[in-house]
């Protein structure tokens, strides 16, 4: 028996609805799941899944010498006992992580990089091979229920991270660049981060009576909103906002919420990399009436690659 995990685990959420059927079946802690081998490849293979040594799979195991010896695998080692529900059946003789622990082992990796995978389990959106890079699907956890996990999950290597994390994981994100924008401004000083205030993902501003003649939709969601100073950021990316249709409502959603009182900024993968970034982020703390942090330029670029 082999228990995916990791990048694996969440590329299988990604899919819209997957997490539902997979969620619902019963705990699988208490069966062998950390102790698979090599030939229980060929059950991974019947799901579609092809592992090569350019795009293994993560697999989770419960000892260091129960590691599976193939370049096919990224072994994932955790000796501690695992929180409920950690595990659950995806197919026979193929076990799944569940997003919130996927989440805890993210934390092995560091507290931002927690943060953004604790940011796409409770968004609606999974990371995937396709050419726009992720998928549209509903959420999979909540940070309720990563709380619930990590304050379970005593002993485990990631725990101290992952608690680190939750202060920073915002639900409802829709896309990768969402959550890297807001963790990057959010973020503190010592992670490379300005510690701005956090937003609201995909906050939803509603057509008043009396604005009929400058708002255009009779709604509109922002993707990170901080609605008591009437500040909003869009996260632009050039794949939709750079088609024509795209470009239309981007200038008729910006107009409508700017004659109503917004100021309205715009993210693109470009204005996150460098000094931009810095002077992005003073706009906003200016608008905001927040101080801005100032991390270091190699803290504040090591944090942009450490987010995926």
Request: hydrophobic content about 40%; charged content about 20%.
């Amino acid at each position: 028996m082999i228990t995916l995990t990791g990048d694996t685990a969440l590329q299988i959420y990604a899919q819209n609805g997957v997490a539902e059927e997979i969620l619902d079946s019963p705990s699988c802690n208490g069966l062998d799941w950390g102790r698979g081998r090599a030939k229980d490849l060929q059950d991974i293979e019947e799901l579609g899944i092809t592992p090569s040594p350019d795009h293994p799979v993560d697999v989770l195991v419960d000892h260091r010498d129960h590691r599976i010896q193939s370049s096919r695998v990224v072994n994932h080692v955790c000796q501690s006992a695992l929180p409920p529900h950690a595990v659950v059946r995806l197919a026979p003789g193929v076990l799944i992580t569940t997003p919130e622990f996927c989440f805890l082992e993210a934390a092995k990796r560091g507290i931002a990089f927690a943060a953004a995978i604790g940011m796409e389990c409770c968004g609606a959106y999974g990371r995937d091979d396709s050419p726009r890079g992720f998928s549209d699907r509903a959420a999979i956890t909540s940070l309720a229920r990563l709380s619930d996990t990590v304050t379970m999950a005593r002993g485990h290597r990631g725990r101290r991270n992952a608690l680190a994390a939750l202060r920073l994981v915002l639900e409802n994100s829709r896309s990768p660049l969402e959550t890297k924008t807001a963790l990057a401004l959010i973020s503190p000083k010592a992670l490379g981060g300005y510690g701005l205030p956090s937003p609201i993902c995909n906050y939803e501003i509603v057509r008043e009576p009396g604005q009929y003649n400058v708002f255009q939709s009779p709604r509109y969601f922002i993707d990170l909103c901080w609605p008591d100073s009437m500040v909003a950021v869009e996260c632009d990316s050039y794949m939709y906002h750079a088609s024509r249709d795209g470009l239309d409502d981007d200038s008729m959603k910006r107009n409508s919420l700017t004659a109503v009182g917004w100021k309205c900024y715009t993210a693109t993968t470009a204005q996150l990399k460098g000094d931009r970034l810095d002077v992005f982020a003073q706009q906003l703390a200016n608008a905001l009436g927040a101080a801005a942090e100032q991390p270091h330029p190699c803290a504040r670029d090591r944090l942009m690659e450490l987010l995926p």
